[in-house]
């Protein structure tokens, strides 16, 4: 009985020990971010996948709100594409897989360090082209999967935008704000940026999300903001940024008193 009462008190052990020596293929589901800006290799050095052996990498669409239309790879000896649903359709795919595989041979193309995932999106809003730069791997895997985020986390797609000291301020506090501007002669009620603040309003109250209504008003967002701070509280110095900031803006005058010379605008968006 004693033999017995030993072997079942060591089998916990033992499988402990036969657990703790596997290795597993990934040691935790790690998830990347890169904006939607680099992944579309307008701004930092563009987006860079890495795909190990015996563990995929996912390229997450989910947080933009954005359906893949469509997919190239242009080296597909190493790597197998494949996505959560069907390309085209509304309610489609807004995931990629990618999975490494040996052993497929292409005539005609060159073997590569790396290779070139391009991916069409599409959204309410228009279409976008995604560029990743996808590597192979060897070791330990890094991550998991790579999130495409919004450009700017500071606009809630609720229908605020977070201001000084983590506060929320709503399109109101825009508008409030834009009043206080003018009132100040901060900006002139015909000015290209009143203009824009106008129409960023009222798709706004229309529904559409502050981050899309910002980009199709071609507005910068730091004026977004500014405006905002502004009309949540009235101890907010009265001033807007200056369009020569490193914050992306479209507006290159029309933050000057509505006394001073404007300059025209260049066209162009956020």
Do not use: C
Request: charged share 15%; net charge positive.
């Amino acid at each position: 009985m004693k033999k017995h009462l030993l072997s079942l008190t060591m089998i916990p052990l033992l499988v402990g020990i036969v657990f703790s020596s596997i290795t597993p293929a990934i040691a935790a589901a790690i998830v990347q971010q890169v904006s939607q800006s680099q992944a579309q290799g307008l701004k930092g050095n563009g987006a860079h996948v890495t795909v190990w052996q015996g563990s995929g990498t996912n390229i997450d669409f989910t947080r933009t709100g954005e359906t893949i239309l469509r997919a190239w790879l242009d080296d597909p000896s190493k790597i197998a594409v494949d996505f959560d649903g069907s390309l085209g359709k509304r309610s489609g795919a807004s995931i990629v897989h990618l999975k490494r595989v040996t052993g497929i041979q292409f005539p005609n193309i060159p073997r590569t360090e790396s290779t070139l995932l391009t991916v069409i999106t599409q959204s309410q809003y228009g279409r976008k082209t995604y560029l990743f730069q996808v590597g192979y791997g060897s070791g330990k895997p890094q991550y998991a999967s790579i999130a495409v985020t919004p450009d700017h986390q500071n606009l809630i797609d609720g229908g605020g935008v977070v201001v000084a000291g983590n506060r929320t301020a709503s399109w109101n506090d825009v508008e409030r704000g834009l009043q206080r501007a003018l009132s100040q002669r901060l900006i002139s009620s015909s000015s290209p940026v009143a203009k824009r603040v106008r129409t960023f309003l009222t798709q706004v109250r229309n529904g559409m999300p502050m981050q899309q209504a910002a980009q199709r008003s071609q507005l910068s967002l730091a004026v977004v903001s500014k405006l905002a701070e502004m009309g949540y509280s009235t101890t907010t110095p009265a001033t807007l940024p200056n369009p020569s900031s490193p914050a992306p803006s479209v507006f290159p005058s029309s933050v000057t008193p509505a006394s001073s010379s404007q300059s025209t605008s260049t066209p162009g968006g956020v």
